[in-house]
């Protein structure tokens, strides 16, 4: 299974990689009553977006309209993906390090490959997702370094789990967040903040599902925490992005 299949609303089961996943009584009050308030995030993420942007992005990119056959669910919609492109166009990245692996890789890996080139390094829980995923960049002439990464409690105090992630390069140009999915807990992503001091100056950082309430709790507390980064919603799409960029 990769991105080119249809799925349904919620993502994947979550224990594949490392064993069972352990939920806290806090968690699961924290799961219920994001998803309770949550719901018309969830429903708008259905639409992966519309044809025609779709189309247009792989008109840009080179790539036949059939490459991303289905977008939305828990898959990046039109929206971020159109945004990665411009991104990478911008910032010519050398590094950029994915966390949840599907529709943003193909399109992040040929972004780079039009770009100069640049490593893609992407991390997914489920094994079998990463395979599919090397297979289907390869239907394509495209590379990324895919990595299955164990789900292990999460560090910096943050709740639920996040990627045994492993080594690193120590400079990070680009971050894509777009897992593990929320319903691990609803501030699950914002772990990702422990790979922040790698980012270079100028260096940018994507959270997919930015306008989540989870989402939007995280990115206050990364502004907290990381007083040199830039943090904002950009509104649009199905789903919103935060972006945070590094000042120099």
């Known amino acids: 299974m990769t991105s080119r ?55 840009r990119l080179g790539l036949p309209h059939d ?37 943003s890789t193909l399109v992040t890996a040929r972004a780079l490959q039009l770009n100069g080139g640049g490593r893609l ?12 995923t090397r297979g289907w960049l390869g239907d394509y002439g495209l590379e990324a370094d895919m990595r299955a990464a164990a789900l292990v409690p999460a560090p910096g105090g943050w709740p639920g789990y996040w990627y045994d992630i492993g080594a690193l390069p120590d400079a990070i140009d680009m971050l894509i967040i777009d897992g593990p999915p929320w319903a691990i807990h609803p501030y699950v992503r914002g772990a990702a903040e422990c790979l922040f001091d790698r980012i270079v100056p100028g260096g940018m950082i994507l959270l997919d599902d930015g306008a989540r309430p989870g989402e939007r709790i995280v990115m206050r507390r990364w502004r907290k925490n990381w007083p040199d980064f830039d943090f904002h919603l950009r509104h649009g799409g199905t789903k919103g992005t935060v972006i945070g960029i590094r000042r120099g």
């Open 5 to 59: 299949e249809a799925t349904g609303l919620l993502p994947r089961s979550h224990g594949e990689q490392g064993g069972e996943i352990a939920t806290s009584l806090s968690d699961w009050a924290h799961i219920i009553a994001f998803g309770a308030i949550g719901w018309p995030w969830l429903l708008r993420s259905l639409s992966g977006g519309r044809k025609r942007d779709k189309r247009a992005l792989l008109d």
């Open 67 to 103: 490459a991303l056959p289905n977008l939305g669910s828990w898959k990046a919609d039109t929206a971020l993906l159109g945004l990665i492109v411009d991104s990478v166009e911008r910032l010519q990245p050398r590094v950029v390090i994915e966390l949840g692996a599907g529709a």
């Open 121 to 132: 390094i992407s991390f997914d829980q489920h094994r079998d997702f990463v395979d599919s």
